[in-house]
């Protein structure tokens, strides 16, 4: 079976930082996509951020340009996502997963929910 395990999520203070991790198992990890995608409340999930299998190609989506690193440890089958100068707006669940229509796993782990206050 496929899972996602999201963590470290929290409450932090504007500008502050965090580093979320995703743990998976069930199926080769070195050579799949990964990505990472947000979901804030009443609003649908989103893109945030995406990685090649060895890690040399990312994407992000413009909000977080500048503040997010994506990055991976395909030894410890993780990928990561450190986030710096955290806004408001950046409160949702993160989630991680494939890009779109490449999915890890079919169905999502849990989430970790990022909270940032002004």
């Known amino acids: 079976q496929v899972q996602l395990v999201e963590s470290g999520g929290g409450l932090v203070e504007a500008g502050g930082s965090l580093r979320l991790s995703c743990v998976t198992s069930?199926?080769?990890?070195?050579?799949?996509?990964m990505a990472w995608y947000r979901q804030a409340p009443g609003r649908g999930r989103e893109f945030v951020s995406d990685?090649?299998?060895?890690?040399?190609?990312?994407h992000y989506v413009d909000s977080a340009k500048g503040r997010f690193t994506i990055s991976r440890d395909n030894a410890k089958n993780t990928v990561y996502l450190q986030m710096h100068s955290l806004k408001p707006e950046d409160t949702a669940i993160y989630y991680c997963?494939?890009?779109?229509?490449?999915?890890?796993?079919?169905?999502w782990g849990p989430g970790t929910q990022v909270t940032v206050s002004s």
């Open positions: 997963n494939g890009p779109s229509g490449t999915y890890f796993a079919a169905s």
């Open positions: 990685i090649s299998g060895r890690g040399s190609i990312t």
């Open positions: 069930g199926r080769d990890f070195s050579g799949a996509d």
